[in-house]
């Protein structure tokens, strides 16, 4: 297998995503539309627990419950936005980047106390399912946008950078948002057995999986996992010197990344 840093930087977080040109289109649709600018926020104490759908999740689940119970705001990914409102907690922000109309079915249950903060390229009909609830839109950095927004001045824009995926895009909107304390769930970037996900998710069905090697432990990603594994430790080293301090719970990949960096205890706090 070969080893973790051998991975060649140019790995698409999907090979399904859109078409840089496709992106670009659907963002300046986007930004037609009538919907608030995301705006950062200065910094203050609360904290983000920031839900992705990896497979350990199911078994962090008491320890999310704990921090929701003493005052965490949520942020959830994708399909953990039904995951956890059928748990019975509403998410206070949901995050979606990805450009694909398939996206528009992880909110079939959208409700109107959580904010989502929808990417400008993200497709026409995820605006349309969320038509009436709260949408903040944002705008992912990506080639080309920065001319695009040139035509959008009157608009409050701030183009947000960062690794590709909805994940680590999720941890710099939340420090844009005043978060200095960040906790992650389900954040495995690996399969668990031949799990990729702790719920079915159609939209990865047959991607690719590989082996990868980090500091001598085996783990089983698809390529988009991997990159975003390696993008997630210079993202980590990123917030850590803007003062801003990252937990990872659960296991896989970036949770035993993330105990390597930082030599923290198997259980966090």
Known sequence: ????????????????????????????????????????????????LIVGGGPS???????????????????SLNG?????????VGPDVHVCLDARADNAQFFTMPHREV??????????????ALDGYQVTQWVAHAPGIEKLCEKFQHK???????????????????YMAGYRKIRLFGFD?????????AYPQELNNNERVID????????????WMARQAEQFAEE?????????????????????MYRELTQADEKVA
Request: proline residues 6%; hydrophobic residues 40%; glycine residues 10%.
């Open 57 to 75: 999740l199911w078994r962090e689940w008491p320890n999310l419950r704990k921090h929701i119970t003493r005052g965490g705001d949520v942020y």
């Open 1 to 48: 297998a070969p080893a973790f840093k051998d991975f060649m930087a140019g790995i698409r977080p999907h090979a399904t995503l859109a078409s840089p040109a496709t992106m670009l289109e659907q963002a300046e649709a986007g930004l037609n539309r009538d919907v608030p600018m995301f705006k950062p926020s200065p910094a203050h104490s609360r904290v983000a």
């Open 115 to 128: 904010t989502y903060l929808i990417a400008a390229q993200c497709h026409a009909e995820v605006y349309q």
């Open 156 to 174: 409050p824009i701030c183009v947000v950078g960062g690794g590709e995926t909805v994940g680590l895009k999720a941890i710099l909107l939340a």
């Open 189 to 197: 970037s690996s399969y668990e057995g031949e799990e990729g996900h």
């Open 80 to 88: 953990t936005h039904d995951w956890l409102i059928l748990r019975g």
């Open 236 to 256: 980590f080293g990123k917030m850590a010197r803007a003062g801003c301090r990252i937990y990872v719970h659960g296991d896989g990949l970036i949770p035993f």
């Open 212 to 223: 990868v090697e980090y500091n001598g432990k085996m783990f089983r990603s698809a390529l």
